[in-house]
C-alpha cells in the first residue's frame, strides 16, 4: 500500500510539473485574452475552469463569437473579403453550409477558438 501512494504521489507531482511547463509555453500564444486560463491558478482550478469554457455554445447573436468567426476567416483568407456571417464562401473554407455556425453543434465556441488558434500559428501549411 506503501509503495502505491508513493507512486501515486510522484505521479501527481509528475503531472502537475507538466502542466505548468505546458501553461508556461502556450499562455502567450492564445489567439484572444489568456485571462480565461487563470494565471496563477493550480492546474486543477485551471481544468475545472477549462471543462466550464467547454460548455460554453457558440452563440450567433454574440459580438465576441462573430468576431471570432471574422478573424477565422482573415486569419485563413486575409487578401479575400467576407461577405457575410452567412455566406456560400465558407463552404470553400469547408464548412458543411453556408453558415458555420450549424457545425459548432457539439464542439461549442472552444472549437472555434482551437481552430483560430491553429489558422494564427500555423499559417504556412
Not at 26 to 31: A, E, K, N, T, V
Not at 44 to 63: G, I
Request: proline letters at 2%; charged letters at 20%.
Amino acid at each position: 500500500m506503501q509503495a502505491s501512494l508513493s507512486s501515486s504521489s510522484s505521479t501527481s507531482s509528475s503531472s502537475l510539473s507538466r502542466c505548468s511547463q505546458a501553461s508556461a509555453a502556450y499562455s502567450d500564444d492564445l489567439c484572444g485574452t489568456p485571462a480565461w486560463i487563470g494565471k496563477g491558478l493550480s492546474c486543477e482550478q485551471r481544468v475545472q475552469r477549462l471543462k466550464h469554457r467547454m460548455k460554453v455554445y457558440f452563440d450567433a447573436s454574440r459580438q465576441d463569437h462573430q468576431e471570432a468567426l471574422r478573424a477565422l476567416w482573415y486569419a485563413t483568407y486575409p487578401d479575400q473579403e467576407l461577405h457575410g456571417l452567412i455566406s456560400d464562401q465558407w463552404k470553400e473554407m469547408g464548412w458543411q453550409g453556408k453558415d458555420p455556425s450549424t457545425d459548432f453543434r457539439g464542439g461549442g465556441f472552444i472549437s472555434l477558438e482551437n481552430l483560430l488558434f491553429f489558422a494564427k500559428t500555423f499559417t504556412m501549411l
